[in-house]
């Protein structure tokens, strides 16, 4: 028969078999009077090193100093209970987020005799709320940066067939007026307005649809000094910012496009690290790689962004080109700059660097490689001469939604000394290719209402197999056709376009119409 013990010593024996708490007794001044293994097991004292000690000894010295264990045990004593979470110290130093309760233990008559105090360690759990609640910012970053990229592409969309009718009919009028010195000027200006803007488009594009690179030789010196207007009125009055180029630097192999956006957000994200003025220094020199793990061996061009401003962390450069990583604060910043760089960089053969020194400023190293010399630069398409496809003239096919892309692609197409049939439906299209035999090419728009190019070339393909087709999209990618299928004749044409890449778009569909199979898209 078990013997029955004392209430009392039931209860030292359930509180020293609890281990996953730390369960202990402190005097109306604060000092531990008792200590279970639990409390052992968590703070790393024994019993005979802890009794008699004052409890605010677990509590970081940062608390200490603002006097945080007297506010417990004041809150406790008035209102009988204390309940918070925050950081406690262990023996050796270390730390652990702790959920503590502290109930006031008093006599029969109401007089306060001292603290009960229960502390749980919760650091698993803390961090797993916090990795949590970082997916969730991550994933509200990612739904919101979707959104936004969509507006941006419908509104690219849209842009890019304004400026296609603007500077295609300025390019006309340019050829067909003679020169006046009182005329001609302002529509160069124009025509050169026109381009910006779509430069700005293929900007707004990238961001909004991973545009792929369209890969170029690039004089980055060139480059980086064509940006200083834009880079001086973004940076702003507070910030020196200076070009670091010898006369002799390499071409690199990259999108120019894409590099501008790249030298962009890194110039705005030095603006931002310094907030009261400093300097800002892009800066470029020739390097020879061997031996690193990092970065295959080869020639590369160092690009180098500079700054003197608050500089980062080692743990902050850790994940500075992580997605949706930012140090800018809740709507100030994306998180996908350093990222999108990063991911230029690595398509384009290259590597991103980051050095950094809290207080000290950032550099960040972008390496391109160097153009080899058997690897020329595309043929600029306005150097294509302005003629008919291998000098014969055909009977083209364009349809378009917009009546003034359409206006302006049948006028480019008709100056070329082509015979245009223009449609505004795919549908119209088809019938048109049903009731003649003729039609010797289709130049197409790709986003247009119940028929879009893409499907319209599918229907086309069975109906006429190999019969060369131009998809003119403003987006980079299009989610049926992957590129140019060449076997077929099939070639996509990036609006806004000049007359002089119509025409050689035109001349390259043809010269592959003749080797053109049966198949589909």
């Known amino acids: ?67 945080d264990p007297a506010t417990a045990l004041g809150v406790a004593a008035r209102e009988g209970r204390f309940e918070k979470e925050g950081w406690r110290q262990r023996k050796d ?21 001292g603290f009960a105090k229960i502390t749980r360690d919760i650091t698993e759990r803390m961090e797993t709320q916090k990795a949590l609640d970082q997916a969730r910012e991550a994933l509200f970053q990612s739904q919101k940066m979707e959104a936004i990229g969509q507006l941006t592409g419908g509104v690219a969309h849209d842009f890019n067939n304004l400026l296609m009718a603007i500077l295609g009919s300025l390019e006309l009028v340019r050829k067909r007026v003679p020169y006046d010195p009182r005329i001609t000027p ?10 910006r803007g779509s430069i700005l488009t293929q900007r707004m594009l990238a961001f909004a649809r991973k545009q792929e690179l369209k890969m170029d030789a690039v004089d980055v010196a060139s480059l980086a000094r064509g940006m200083m207007t834009f880079l001086d009125r973004t940076i702003g009055g507070k910030i020196e910012v200076s070009l670091r180029f010898p006369a002799d630097l390499p071409r690199v192999l990259t999108d120019p496009y894409q590099l501008e956006a790249a030298l962009m957000n890194l110039a705005v994200n030095a603006r931002d690290a310094m907030p009261d003025g ?41 994940r500075a080109t992580d997605p949706f990583f930012t140090t800018k604060g809740v709507g100030k910043g994306t998180g996908l700059g350093l990222s999108m760089v990063h991911g230029l960089a690595a398509q384009s053969g290259g590597g991103l660097f980051l050095t950094s020194k809290a207080g ?28 008919g496809s291998a000098g014969r003239k055909l009977t083209i096919l364009a349809v378009d939604d917009d009546p003034l892309v359409l206006t302006n692609t049948t006028a480019m197409l008709d100056d070329l000394g082509h015979h245009v049939i223009a449609v505004n439906t795919g549908k119209d299209a088809l019938e048109i290719l049903r009731s003649r035999r003729d ?12 028929m879009s190019g893409s499907q319209l070339a599918k229907a086309v393909q069975r109906s006429h197999p190999g019969m ?4 003119a999209t403003g987006y980079a990618d ?17 609006k806004p376009f000049t007359q002089g890449l119509l025409a050689q778009v035109v001349s390259e569909a043809m010269g592959g119409a003749s080797s053109a199979g049966v198949s589909s898209l």
């Open 1 to 67: 028969m078990a013997l029955a013990l004392p209430d009392e010593d039931r209860y030292r024996l359930l509180v020293d078999a609890i281990i996953d708490y730390a369960i202990y007794m402190l005097d109306i001044d604060g000092r531990v009077t008792s200590w279970n293994p639990g409390a052992q097991r968590f703070k790393g004292y024994t019993p005979d090193e802890i009794i008699g000690q004052h409890f605010s000894r677990f509590y970081t010295p940062e608390d200490q100093a603002t006097g």
């Open 93 to 113: 130093g270390s730390r652990f987020w702790a959920h503590v309760v502290i109930d006031a233990i008093r006599d029969e008559a109401g007089a306060l005799m």
């Open 186 to 195: 302002l529509l160069d200006n124009a025509m050169q307005g026109a381009e």
């Open 278 to 318: 400093g300097d800002l220094i892009i800066s470029g020199s020739a390097e020879q790689v061997e031996g690193r793990p990092d970065l295959a061996p080869g020639h590369y061009v160092r690009l180098s962004v500079t700054d003197t401003g608050e500089g980062m962390s080692p743990e902050t450069v850790s």
């Open 360 to 387: 000290a400023g950032t550099q960040v190293d972008l390496y391109l490689p160097v153009v080899r010399k058997d690897c020329g630069a595309a043929a600029r398409p306005d150097a294509v001469a302005a003629t």
């Open 439 to 450: 039609i010797d090419l289709i130049v197409s728009d790709e986003l247009m209402p119940h």
């Open 468 to 471: 060369p087709f131009i998809i």
């Open 478 to 494: 299009l989610t049926t056709v992957a590129g140019d299928d060449t076997r077929l004749g099939l070639r996509r044409l990036a």
